[in-house]
Structure formats: C-alpha cells, structure tokens
C-alpha cells in the first residue's frame, strides 16, 4: 500500500549498468542486486564483451560473484560490444544464446572504454540488418566525436548527423538511446515510433552543469554525456515523469577508483548503485510524481525489452539516511555520489 511515507512497487530493473569485473564487480554487484531484479549489463570491459562466448562466461562472474543472500535474486542481461568487425553470424549467435539482449555502439573515442569501438557505422550496415531482422536492440551512445564539436552539443549533433539517417536506413531497428541528457533527445525520441526509446539516469535527473563547478571542480559529477543546462534537467525530469513508455531507468552506476577521479586527467562516469532507486524517488518526489515512478523503474523497460514484468516488490520508507563519504572499491575506493549527503527516501532491506 501507499502512503505518503512509503511507497510499494514492483522491483526495477536496471536497464543500463557498468559492473567491471573480478575484484572490482564483486565490490559493487551487492548494491544493485539488493533493488533491481535484473539489469542490462555493459560490455565495455578491457577488453571488451565482442562475443556471446564472452558475454556467456562474463554472466557466469557475475552470477558466481553475487553474495549467498542475493543468489537467486538478480539476473545479468548480457549485451555485446559492437565493432567495425561484429558479423551478422554473430548476431544470430547472440540471438539463439538467448542471454544477450541487445548490442552496444559506442563510437570510437566517445566515452571510457570505447577505443576498440565503431570508427564507422557505414561498415556495420550488414550486421545492423541481421539486428533488424532478429529483433535485436541497438543501445547507443549517442554522442558525435568529432574534436570539433562543443562537448554541450555532441549528443544533438549525433542525433542529427548519425542517429536520424540511421533510423531512415533501419526503419524497424530497435534502439535504445542511453542515458539521454538533452531536450533534443527527449523530442527525437518522443516523435520516433515506439520502438524507438531511452533511458535516464538518476544524475541527468538530479543535477545540472553547475554541479561540476560548485565551489570548485567537481571530478565525482564528471560523466559523459557530460551534465547539462538547467533547461534540459528540466525537460528530462518532464520526460521521466511523463507516463511515456519510451522512456525508462537506466543507471549508468559507472564505477571508478577516487584515484582516477581525483587526478589531472579524471575519468567519466558516475557512481550511483549505492543509492539508485532513492535517487530516482527522491527526483520524482520533488516534481510531485510519486505516483509515476512505478512504470518508469518497473514496467516500461521490461515491455520495451518484451521481457516478463517483474513479480517480487519493493518498499522505499521516507527516511532521512546519510550517504557514505566513500565506498569499498577492491584495494581501493570510490566516491559514491552524493557522497556525505542527505537523502529522503530508504529502501528497506
Ligand atoms: N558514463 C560514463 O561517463 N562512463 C561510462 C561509459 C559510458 O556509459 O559512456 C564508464 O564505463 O565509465
Ligand atoms: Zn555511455
Ligand atoms: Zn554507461
């Protein structure tokens, strides 16, 4: 039941997580497998998940890592790693293996890990058609990479120059536009056909770009795409909160050590398993939409991925918790964000 203190739902799935691997995985596996039923696992390992065989051995690490109290509570969604070389075969592999459930393009050098990416997408034209005809879901990173492009308007730029010839070409491809940033991206996605859909982060919901210079620069609030204007905050919470189904959680929880954070050259990506659903809740408390955050969390991923609702639920409290200073990360540690806040709603164990 629902009261203004607690909130009952059913349990989320993940629909875009960063899990590394060995030691590292093992440290931040038990925070989303304590909310979320399953998640969409990223391939952008070193070296990448260019394969089923790859992606089956890496789900059996997770399943393997996963703490004795979680062990039959979480699934990992496997995807691959596109490249210049991925073949149709391999889609088809994929497909059968029915443990893969989408494929990842991440243009060469537009985000961490993405080095052995696409240098192209005109030389994956063959393998995107096998997608297409197997009903395999492209998830992109949707970011232009040339130099020249104003790091605010790389996602945009995508979209216009990559993303819109791209659905033109494969009109009954089905994608994912990942961790959307901009209010262009919410009026492309809202204006495609429904198999055309997003996810959104907790952090594009919670913080604009002054975030990263409050009082300071503010490695641990580094991603990419790289937060945005006030304006398209705005429009994503809209977006998110809208009961649209094309639009749904997806973490992007991006692991990394405060050493490579807190450095010259700091690396992206953001931290965010710890506290993921009462993130998410605690965003859309504020724009009074509660009521709105069970289909987004819970529902419209699963319906785009055409996988079974999850069964089991969850109980968020409205309860004031401080976020830990710094989490457990292997030898090392991270910097969780929010990171010595605090924060109003609590997931119960
Ligand atoms: N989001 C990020 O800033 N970083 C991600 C990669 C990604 O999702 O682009 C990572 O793997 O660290
Ligand atoms: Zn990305
Ligand atoms: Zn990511």
Redesign the pocket.
């Known amino acids: 039941m629902n009261t203004l203190n607690t909130l009952y739902i059913t349990r989320p799935d993940d629909f875009?997580l960063?899990l590394r691997d060995g030691a590292h995985m093992r440290a931040v596996l038990p925070y989303s497998a304590r909310q979320f039923a399953r998640a969409i696992i990223?391939p952008?390992l070193k070296p990448p998940i260019v394969t089923t065989e790859l992606a089956r051995a890496y789900r059996q690490r997770i399943l393997s890592a996963l703490p004795d109290h979680l062990k039959n509570d979480f699934e990992p969604l496997m995807t691959l790693y596109l490249t210049d070389n991925t073949t149709p075969d391999e889609i088809v592999r994929a497909k059968t293996s029915n443990i893969v459930h989408g494929v990842k393009l991440?243009p060469a050098g537009?985000?961490?890990?993405?080095d052995a990416g696409v240098t192209d997408i005109t030389r994956c034209y063959n393998t995107l058609e096998a997608m297409e005809k197997n009903n395999m879901p492209l998830l992109i990173?949707g970011e232009a990479t040339d130099p020249a492009v104003d790091i605010f308007d790389k996602e945009k730029v995508f979209i216009d120059n990559v993303l819109t010839p791209l659905t033109q070409r494969f009109p009954d491809l089905r994608i994912v536009l990942?961790?959307i940033t901009t209010k262009d991206a919410v009026a492309f996605v809202t204006a495609t056909p429904g198999h055309i859909a997003a996810t959104i982060t907790a952090h594009h919901l919670r913080y604009n770009r002054n975030a990263l210079f409050k009082g300071g620069i503010r490695p641990h609030h580094?991603?990419?795409?790289i937060l945005k204007r006030e304006q398209h905050r705005q429009s994503l919470l809209k977006a998110a909160t809208s009961g649209n189904k094309k639009f749904f959680l997806g973490t992007?929880s991006?692991?990394?050590a405060r050493s490579l954070k807190e450095t010259a050259c700091g690396?992206?990506?953001?931290f965010t398993a710890h506290a993921a659903i009462e993130l998410y809740a605690e965003a859309f408390d504020q724009a009074n939409a509660l009521d709105k955050l069970e289909a987004f969390a819970s529902f419209n991923g699963a319906d785009f991925y055409q996988l079974p609702r999850n069964s089991s639920h969850i109980t968020l409290k409205k309860e004031n918790w401080q976020i830990p200073e710094q989490i457990k990360f292997a030898e090392e540690t991270l910097v969780p964000i929010g990171a010595g806040e605090m924060l109003g709603w609590k997931i119960c164990a």
């Open positions: 875009h960063h990223m952008n991440y537009a985000t961490t890990n993405s990173h990942e961790h580094y991603c990419l795409p992007d991006a692991p990394h690396c992206a990506g953001i």
